[in-house]
């Protein structure tokens, strides 16, 4: 072995191969506060151009460099920064752009933590939007590195910052209902396909690199509306469903309440993918380990699409129409009812007649970001947090691919105890040269 330090790309292929990470130098951690942020964007026009505007909406952010793969799609971001410098290939512009300071990871899922990791190694801090990553082996490399470089990091689940969100923690902490022994949550939207992969192969456009989006994935014909702009999001080597998709906005209000930490067990009981895409109509239960504002045995419940709590459960919101997405908290000595993105209802409404719920405001979530970068304050969602509740939302993705089988988690071990065959979704291998 010699001491030569590996390539970037010999040190991402471990990483997805076999787990190893090598620790490279790095910069400080943030600049001083009268300094303006350098900062780059991977993704130019969907989310990654709503990240891009929230965060140069801080007079202390400069815009300097995107990358995109879709030449097609940076019309917007170069009329509204006509001095940015635009890429097509990511790992160019954390080449040459050697003077930033920041980044948002705003590509579809599997290339999240490929360019997070690069940007950390680098010294930059980073926003990166949910799921952190598609693997539970890919979240815990990503917090672990993000913990010894000692950046800035930030997930982009807003509704954290929102004062919906922390109204709900509030209360939950404030003992209204009592330890919370069941939490039911749903999202409508139905991201998976129950249909085979179109065999035909499409002519790829003018100024899209198809190779290049499909960065760490294996090879395969471009079916023109089958992965880009949006339906990667149903596409198992690409996406996370709807579980994934929407799993870490939904459930982190009942991950900060309770202060969820280990799952024990987790078990499918809803669609399942088949070769290609995620499933419709998830159903997931969770068995997690007591903590000071649960029971000693909690679970956690998801449903998408089709899917619903059950009747015993809606009838628990008395008249209130069960919304599209939300969470409804059970306790000991009450029901909580959390539509998503709307105000909490405290159930049965005469016990709680008297009752104010808890006024806790809202912040500013790329705005937290940008100051902790700064020297100012500390965010919200960094990856010591958002990595292990990634971690809980992937592993309820795994399970779909086992329904009707109870998977025991040691999360220690990184590993499902009672079925080795679910261990291989643990972590993904990245294709030759990626």
Known sequence: MTNQMPSRRDAMKLFGAVGLFPTFATRVSA?????????????????ALAD????TASPNVKLVAVA?????????VKRLFPDVKVYQDWRELLDKEKGLDSVNVSTPDHMHAPIAMAALQRGLNVYAQKPLTQTIFAARELTRLAAVKGLVTQMGIQIHSHPVHKTVVATIHDGAIGKV???????GKSWGDRAARPTRTDVVPKGFD??????????RPFIAGYYHPGEWRKRLDFGTGTFGDMGCHILDPVFSALALTTPLSVRSEGGSPNADSWGLDSKVRYVFAPTAHTTETPTLSWYDGEMRPPAEVKALIGGHPLSDQGSIYVGTKGVLYSPYIGTPILLPV????????????????YLQFVEACRGNGKTSTPFSYSGPLTESVLLGCLATRFPATTLEWDVAAMKVTNLDAANRFVRHTYREGW
């Open 31 to 47: 600049v001083p506060p009268s300094e303006t942020l350098r900062h780059a964007s991977f993704g130019a026009s969907g989310m």
């Open 181 to 187: 022994q069941d939490v039911h949550s749903w999202s």
């Open 350 to 365: 005469d016990q709680f007649k008297d009752y104010k719920l808890p006024n806790p405001g809202g912040d500013d979530h």
């Open 52 to 55: 891009i505007r929230s965060l």
């Open 68 to 76: 995109d793969v879709d030449l097609n799609r940076v019309g917007e």
């Open 210 to 219: 198809w190779d290049k989006w499909l960065g760490v994935a294996e090879t």
